[in-house]
C-alpha cells in the first residue's frame, strides 16, 4: 500500500492558491490510486483561482486543482477490475480532497481504446 505525503494545489478563495501536504488517500473498493508524474492547469482551474467561481458554483470550501494529468497506477481497490499496479494512463478526472472520484481514463495508443469507470 502507498503511504506517505500527497503534495496537493489547494484553492481556498479567490486569489488563495496554496501548495500543501496531505496525507496520501486510500482507495476505496471501486477507486484507484494514481501517482501523478505531470498535471496540467486548465481555463477552469484559472477561473476558479482568478473569480473564485464558474458560473454559479462557488467555491466555498477548500479544492484540489488540477485534474489534467498522467500517471501510473499506484494502488487499487479490491473491487477494481482490468488494471494493474504501475500501468501508464492518461486520464481527466475529478478531485475532491486529493481522492479521485470519477474518472475516464484514456489508455495508452497501444490499446486503442478507452474506458470510462465512475467511482
Known amino acids: 500500500m502507498v503511504s506517505g505525503k500527497n503534495l496537493c494545489t489547494v484553492l481556498y478563495a479567490k486569489n488563495d492558491i496554496r501548495m500543501e501536504e496531505r ?10 490510486l494514481i501517482r501523478v508524474h505531470t498535471v496540467g492547469i486548465c481555463g477552469s482551474d484559472v477561473h476558479y483561482w482568478t473569480h473564485g467561481a464558474i458560473g454559479s458554483f462557488v467555491v466555498r470550501q477548500p479544492m484540489v486543482l488540477g485534474h489534467e494529468t498522467s500517471g501510473t497506477v499506484a494502488a487499487m481497490g479490491s473491487e477494481v477490475k482490468g488494471f494493474k499496479v504501475g500501468r501508464f494512463i492518461r ?12 474518472c475516464k481514463i484514456l489508455l495508452d495508443e497501444l490499446v486503442g481504446h478507452s474506458q470510462e469507470i465512475f467511482l
Request: with cysteine; glycine share 0%; charged share 15%.
Open 23 to 32: 496525507a496520501m488517500p486510500v482507495p476505496k473498493p471501486n477507486q484507484l
Open 91 to 102: 486520464n481527466l478526472f475529478f478531485l475532491k480532497w486529493c481522492v479521485l472520484i470519477r
